[in-house]
């Protein structure tokens, strides 16, 4: 039945499924924006549905969405289908970002960065888009610093209300804005390449690919679209000659002791590089230093060196049930770290690096520390509010989380009145030493 209908009729019957077109035959003629026309069609309808329509579809046109039936033909087709799309600007020149995947740490891509803006000074007022799951989405709104910007999501097959519900819903979501393509009109096999990336290709008139990856995904997709050959735009990779040398330590150090004070009662906090981010970055500010060739040290040193500068331990929720913000910190003796770390493979990293800072454990007591209850989901059951900040799971397949002897201050940690001799610091890096003496008020130690 569906092969005798046209695509414009199929289109509009896939509206009036998700009750977004009346039940009136689908409009004849060239249409560029069928939100006016989709008005007038539901004003002459009667009852209170009629009106909502018109009321959130003349919301909709006020806040500058257009909405447009794209029937691509040839390769596009095959790639991408016809779909309805609501854009949430007018349609322009865009250039879309393809990029393979950069990992969990894309501060140490800085060269990647560096191409990539290269390529956004280079565009001239076109619109930047990116794929909602694509590597590069989470920069995406950094780059509205260099040109605007639009987020490609499009739905999957039969997830057509998944689909109305957003495009059209007045109060968009926070973010860049968003390019909502429906479903496939005509559904049929599509290259076996994310959806997210399908619609990038199609979606530009131009590609921008700071970072492609041999055999990788994008690869691959770049060698079946010239196999393909839809002949639409053009695209690049971009080869500038933009490089990242890490600076070098020195080989100079002024002298540490071999092993930290042997008296007192420490507590001490490790450092790590973190996944992205630090705990008080926000998304955008971490796109736009790595944008803006900001090349800063993300490694454990540098987060050391970051708190000192900052007199400051700022909390984080990564690993802690229920998402309390909070500085963790541990009662075993520093040559008993080595024993303790865990290698986390879902992170791909260790849990803590063998650096960081001691401080006396009655001046964190007096500072609100307190020690971490180990337990399991029944435990946590019968815990109040108050105390489930400082819960944790004890056994994680055949670890045993309490051997850490873990305690817990909520929120950061200020270091502004911590006294000198209250406080020491440590790491395993040779070639750190004299980076931290330079800028630490605290001595330092070497720990093997």
């Not at 900052?310 to 998402?323: F, M, T, W």
């Amino acid at each position: 039945m569906d092969e005798e209908r046209t695509p414009r009729q199929l289109a509009w019957i896939r509206l009036q499924n998700v009750d977004w077109a009346p039940p009136t035959p689908a409009p004849v003629g060239r249409v560029e924006d069928w939100l006016p026309l989709l008005c007038d069609i539901w004003s002459q309808e009667a009852g209170r549905r009629a009106g909502r329509r018109v009321e959130t579809l003349g919301r909709l046109r006020e806040a500058g969405a257009r909405m447009t039936l794209e029937e691509f033909a040839g390769g596009e087709e095959l790639w991408l289908g016809s779909r309805w799309a609501v854009w949430p600007l007018a349609p322009g020149s865009t250039a879309t970002l393809l990029c393979s995947r950069l990992g969990k740490r894309p501060h140490l891509r800085i060269d990647v960065f560096k191409r990539l803006r290269l390529l956004l000074d280079d565009l001239g007022g076109q619109i930047v888009a990116a794929g909602a799951r694509s590597s590069l989405a989470p920069a995406l709104e950094a780059c509205n610093d260099f040109a605007p910007v639009l987020m490609i999501e499009a739905a999957a097959a039969d997830r057509w209300r998944w689909w109305a519900q957003r495009a059209f819903a007045v109060e968009w979501r926070s973010g860049p804005p968003r390019l909502w393509l429906s479903p496939r009109i005509s559904p049929s096999r599509a290259p076996p390449f994310p959806l997210h990336d399908r619609a990038a290709a199609v979606i530009g008139d131009q590609w921008l690919i700071p970072y492609v990856r041999e055999n990788g995904s994008i690869h691959k997709l770049l060698a079946a679209w010239e196999s393909d050959s839809p002949s639409r735009g053009e695209w690049r990779i971009d080869d500038a000659s933009a490089t990242h040398t890490p600076a070098r330590a020195s080989a100079a150090f002024k002298s540490a002791p071999i092993a930290p004070p042997a008296g007192g009662e420490w507590m001490l906090h490790c450092t790590r590089s973190p996944l992205g981010a630090w705990p008080d970055e926000s998304p955008r500010e971490y796109f736009a230093a790595l944008l803006n060739a900001d090349s800063q040290d993300r490694s454990a040193i540098g987060a050391l060196r970051r708190a000192v500068n900052a007199n400051c331990i700022i909390g984080s929720s990564a690993g802690i049930r229920g998402g309390h913000r909070s500085v963790c910190l541990t009662a075993a003796a520093w040559h008993e770290l080595r024993g303790l770390r865990q290698y986390r493979r879902h992170r791909q990293q260790w849990d803590f690096d063998l650096t960081g800072i001691a401080i006396d454990s009655r001046w964190l007591r007096a500072a609100g520390a307190k020690p971490v209850r180990y337990g399991d989901q029944s435990q946590w059951e019968r815990m109040s509010d108050a105390e489930r900040p400082y819960f944790q799971k004890r056994m994680s397949g055949e670890v045993d989380w309490s051997v850490q002897r873990e305690w817990r201050i909520i929120g950061d940690l200020d270091l502004t009145d911590l006294p000198t001799s209250l406080a020491w610091l440590f790491t395993d890096r040779i070639d750190a030493i004299e980076e931290l003496q330079r800028v630490s008020r605290w001595p330092v130690y070497l720990i093997e």
